[in-house]
């Protein structure tokens, strides 16, 4: 699976760096129609997708499958408990606690420490549901729904994976919701896994209320040195964009990532990122100009939330496919 304590670092680095440029002319094609007005939306789309209880869900992924947290492992001692991080043994646990929802597991989600990619300080709770139809659990789906702490906690994400059966893989659909408070993210991605190999989640999203219909490719690698690539496509003010990104984690060291961002089917701007470096260009190497920058790094983030806060953590407690 993927490497997630590099995942959460790599995520962070993109949506805060500051994208690198100077003077210079270049072609005058292709271009953004309006840089200012395309960074707005997708800035408000992007905190949607990456707000910390997501992002926290994100980064515990495995060590919910590690810890028997998927849909085939949980069993009916499970429901109605809580379950609680163990720094030592770097695994959930259960605990005494009485507050889970009945009939679902709840799972406490922390702050993220970004060195360790491991839980730190309490921050958020998390309810991975499994269904209960007449008693038993069924395992043909279950229900996530992250929420902060509270009388009446605001929830950020509500969406399910369901079975969908195809004699040539495992694959199943996760469709559902998720919102930062002001701007929401409906989405529905089938998804298929080969067996031992990489996951494709292909999706369609909804946004509003910016009404930014999205179209969504997720592929997401098995264990060890592999690539995961997340794209997505939309229009803009006449114009067709697309972000073409590609992250490859490393079995050691951080993971690198470039991102090509297209206007009309053109390259538009390449980005690079290693741990403590960037390159970003625009096409022939034209410097781009700061708004440009703006945009290009909220273009090259948009892929990334869904894949790694919705589709990789569904992957590992839903269909594991490692």
């Not at 209960?132 to 395992?139: A, E, F, K, Y």
């Not at 969908?164 to 495992?170: F, I, N, S, T």
Request: glycine share 10%; proline share 7%; charged share 10%.
């Amino acid at each position: 699976m993927l490497q997630t304590r590099a995942a959460v670092g790599l995520l962070a680095a993109v949506l805060a760096w500051g994208c690198k440029g100077g003077d210079g002319a270049g072609p005058p094609a292709p271009g953004l129609a309006d840089p200012a007005a395309l960074t707005s939306q997708l800035a408000a789309v992007n905190r949607a997708a990456n707000v910390a209880p997501l992002q926290s869900l994100g980064a515990v992924a495995v060590p919910l499958y590690l810890s028997n947290l998927d849909v085939n492992s949980i069993t009916g001692f499970d429901l109605n408990h809580t379950r609680v991080w163990d720094p030592n043994a770097e695994l959930y646990v259960g605990s005494s606690r009485t507050d889970a929802p009945d009939g679902a597991v709840r799972v406490v989600l922390y702050a993220i420490d970004s060195t360790s990619g491991f839980p730190a300080v309490p921050l958020v709770e998390l309810y991975p549901r499994n269904d209960i139809i007449n008693g038993p659990l069924v395992t043909d789906k279950m229900r996530y729904v992250v929420s902060d702490t509270g009388m009446s906690p605001a929830v950020f994400a509500d969406f399910t994976a369901v079975t969908r059966y195809e004699p040539a893989c495992l694959c199943a659909t996760v469709a559902g919701w998720v919102t930062d408070g002001v701007t929401r993210l409906d989405f529905s991605a089938p998804y298929s896994i080969i067996f031992g190999g990489a996951a494709t989640f292909m999706g369609q999203v909804t946004t509003s209320p910016q009404s930014l219909p999205l179209a969504h490719v997720g592929v997401l690698p098995p264990l060890g040195d592999s690539t995961m690539s997340a794209n997505a496509r939309f229009a803009f003010l006449g114009d067709s964009l697309e972000s073409q990104g590609y992250v490859s984690f490393h079995a050691s060291g951080p993971p690198t990532a470039t991102f090509t961002i297209l206007v009309n089917g053109r390259t538009f701007a390449t980005a690079s990122y290693t741990a403590g470096a960037e390159t970003f260009s625009g096409p022939s190497g034209r410097v781009l100009s700061a708004a440009e920058q703006t945009a290009v790094r909220e273009l090259a983030a948009m892929p990334l939330g869904l894949a790694l806060n919705v589709e990789f953590p569904t992957l590992t407690t839903f269909y594991c496919g490692c």
